[in-house]
Nanobody
């Protein structure tokens, strides 16, 4: 069974940094786009940053200049480097990837289990 496994969340003071990682487990043929989303209590899940297989990136306005998304295509892994963290960045962060398990199969979206990021003021 193909899964996304996240790591790197935790508690940090405002102004600090964290690095999230998300990798696939199971047999994968290819991974297209990858992204990080987050959801704070009472809020809808929102896109934080995305990256295509060719490396093009996009960011939510609220994290531009502070967060950097990157990926290692050989390892089917995506990272989110978060700097200058603010209390409003507190949320559960979810990894998302569009995967293909066979060369002839249709790509489908996978979600990780989520990792908590808490920024104290």
């Amino acid at each position: 069974q193909v899964q996304l496994v996240e790591s790197g969340g935790g508690l940090v003071q405002a102004g600090g940094s964290l690095r999230l990682s998300c990798t696939t487990s199971g047999r994968i043929y290819s991974v297209n786009s990858m992204a990080w989303y987050r959801q704070a209590p009472g809020n809808q899940r929102e896109l934080v940053a995305g990256i295509t297989s060719s490396g093009s990136t996009n960011y939510a306005d609220s994290v531009k200049g502070r967060f950097t998304i990157s990926r290692d295509n050989a390892k089917y892994t995506v990272y989110l480097q978060m700097n200058s963290l603010k209390p409003e960045d507190t949320a559960v962060y979810y990894c998302n990837a569009e995967v293909r398990v066979r060369s002839f199969s249709v790509p489908y979206p996978l979600w990780g289990q989520g990792t908590q990021v808490t920024v104290s003021s």
